[in-house]
């Protein structure tokens, strides 16, 4: 086998780091561009951010020396530099208007001898605002409080700490005996009395167990005695449910319940309603749930009967290059070779940024237009009119790639006359329509159709999946009943058996 040498030429993409970095921003949702560009900011000294003020300062430094205040003060709205005007031919007016600004808030209403503090001595309004209990510090209080030893204590604060957040015990007794250095047998005995204590259930390892310690306390309770209800209803009907067939009562297979129990259907009736009474999640008062709040990217409104497209920067922070460093490249004097090739790194690093963040913005602005352009009469009509669309769609129309169109619609919210939207919202599959052949429907629409169809059934002779898909059919769309159950489920509603009602 011979050695050789032979020229070859091919062609390779290459993702430079900035071009990788560029497609990074691309792809990041509006909170973490904002840690992105905070980030950059504090390791770039070559990047200063430019505010609103510090503009206003240079555009008045640059017409001609700094103003004084007279110049200031005539500057501001017309308004103000007339009530400044007439404010200063009149000293006495000028001391009566500025009265209650002197004071502020610090004079209390209807205390005119007691002033309170000044303002900045006021609590916060986090400090102000009531925190909800949740649902650890109130088994805690209750543990405090019903004479338990140190030992079992410390055996229900491990429990307490335990418990999710619907209030059940998922963790294996014996891992907590183990903890707390005590035996199986005390462990059980300080989790009996914990799952007495309020909300009724808490502490239980399964829904059964739950909805067994919530029939123990109607059978306690004398205002909610279960044998003291209509039908003359009995405590072991309930548990005998609960025990063995939950999933016949989740189905409302009532006859077969009434049958394996050997009672009449209309007890079963009688015993599924003092069931639906009972709370499956003991914990979920006392859960609070994180909202967290949407900014949206872009908005998009009518102006003079044209859809425009607004990006949204508040937040933002608007970056330039320094101007002490641009100096401090220009003169050559007192910098050594290390010094400017530092400089020369942090400064291209820099300019990319500020590159890539302009980028950024035009291809969001590009995107969003082109599905508004497909989506018109979306935001015209609403929802019934929105089109099926696809990526392909919206690359082509734009001139870029799918993968492109993909990072930009990615974790990035519109808001439009039709509320706040997810941009991937109006990319979705279309179903074929019988009177029109060249028209598509969009899956969103079908969606919507189902569920409308559902919330105006009748409850006690629900839609079946085919009837549904019958009534389609009639209004021209044509599908399947596979595909309506495949819709139903992503709209989480339930099967016709299961939305049943008996009484």
């Known amino acids: 086998m011979k050695l050789r040498l032979d020229l070859r030429l091919s062609q390779k993409l ?14 990041l949702s509006r909170l973490e561009l904002q840690q992105t560009l905070a980030q950059h900011l504090d390791e770039n000294p070559m990047l200063e951010e430019l ?6 300062g240079d555009a008045i430094d640059g017409e001609g020396g700094s103003p004084d205040k007279q110049d200031v003060a005539q500057a501001g709205s017309g308004e103000s530099g007339e009530a400044q005007a007439e404010n200063s031919e009149n000293p006495e007016e000028l001391s009566a208007a500025g009265w209650e600004d002197y004071f502020g808030s610090d004079r209390r209403a209807g205390d005119a001898e007691y002033p309170s503090s000044s303002q900045d001595e006021f609590p916060s309004y986090e400090q102000t605002v009531a925190k909800q209990t949740s649902l650890q510090d109130y088994l805690l209080w209750q543990l405090a409080l019903c004479g338990f ?22 963790t294996p007794l014996s891992e907590i005996a183990a903890d707390a250095s005590a035996s199986a047998e005390d462990a059980e005995a300080v989790l009996k009395r914990i799952q007495t204590f309020d909300p009724t259930g808490v502490g239980a390892r399964d829904l059964v167990e739950c909805l067994l310690i919530q029939l123990e306390f109607l059978d306690r309770n004398p205002m909610g005695r ?67 709040v949407i900014v949206p990217d872009v908005f998009v409104r009518k102006n003079e009967g044209e859809w425009v497209v607004l990006l949204n920067d508040d937040g933002l922070p608007r970056m ?117 052949t060249s ?42 009943r596979r595909t309506v159950a495949k819709y139903r489920s992503e709209e989480s509603i339930p099967s016709a058996s299961q939305r049943k009602r008996f009484f």
Not at 51 to 56: G, M, N, V
Not at 239 to 255: C, P, Q, R, S, T
Not at 448 to 474: C, N, Y
């Open 14 to 27: 290459i993702m430079t780091p900035q071009l990788q970095q560029a497609i990074k921003l691309l792809q």
């Open 51 to 56: 505010e609103a003020d510090t503009e206003e």
């Open 149 to 170: 030893t140190e030992g079992e204590k410390a055996i229900g604060r491990i429990i307490i700490g335990n418990l999710d957040d619907d209030g059940y015990l998922r």
């Open 226 to 292: 279960a044998g003291g209800r209509s039908g003359a209803l009995k405590g072991p009907l309930l548990e005998a449910i609960v025990a063995n067939h939950l999933k016949d009562l989740e189905k409302k297979h009532y006859g077969r319940i009434a049958k394996a129990l050997g009672v009449t259907a209309e007890e079963v009736f009688q015993a599924a309603r003092v069931l639906e009474g009972l709370e499956p999640k003991p914990g979920r008062p006392y859960f609070a749930a994180d909202n967290h």
């Open 320 to 436: 330039r290059i320094s101007p002490y460093y641009k100096q401090l490249m220009a003169s050559e004097k007192g910098n050594s070779d290390e010094t400017k090739a530092y400089l020369d790194e942090k400064l291209r690093a820099a300019q990319w940024v500020i590159r890539s963040i302009e980028q950024r913005n035009r291809t969001i602005i590009k995107v969003v237009g082109s599905i508004v352009k497909f989506q018109q009469q979306f935001f015209e009509k609403g929802i019934p009119y929105l089109r099926p669309l696809v990526l392909k769609q919206v690359a082509e129309d734009i001139g870029m790639h799918e993968s492109t169109i993909s990072r930009v619609t990615a974790n990035k919210y519109m808001y439009c006359p039709q509320g706040m939207l997810e941009l991937k919202y109006f990319f979705n599959t279309g179903i074929q329509r019988a009177d029109q």
């Open 439 to 480: 028209d598509m429907l969009s899956s969103v629409t079908v969606k919507e159709m189902i569920r409308k169809m559902v919330a105006e059934e009748d409850s006690r002779h629900p839609l079946k999946d085919e009837e549904i898909a019958a009534r389609l059919r009639t209004g021209n769309v044509m599908i399947a």
